[in-house]
């Protein structure tokens, strides 16, 4: 309740598109394995969106954001920066957690 409310994160908080044609990678399993990764992470907002035609605009206010760029591809967003760009989706979600401990967002389990 408070966290929809924003007034509190007690936990990682995870946006991702419904998924249509656009989609460019298995959203669920991705989305499955960045949620394993991160949900440690109280307070963050981490974004996975299938696709870059309109997955920036829709993760909104998103700290961090996996996003599809092309088939096999992936952008990183810091926020609405681009920050790391034709990442292979294989290794996308380390590359994520290298991003997000980068900017000293990581904690240790
Ligand atoms: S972000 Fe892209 S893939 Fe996801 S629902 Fe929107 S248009 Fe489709």
Known sequence: MLQ???ARFSKTEFI???SC???LFDLQK???RVKKATSHLKGLKIAVMGCIVNGPGEMADADYGYVGAA???IT???KKEVVRTNIYSDDAVDELIRLIKE???WKNL
């Open 4 to 6: 929809a409310a924003r």
């Open 16 to 18: 991702s598109c419904p």
């Open 21 to 23: 044609g656009r989609t």
């Open 30 to 32: 991705t989305t499955a």
């Open 71 to 73: 088939r096999g591809r």
């Open 76 to 78: 990183l967003y810091k």
């Open 103 to 105: 900017n000293g967002d």
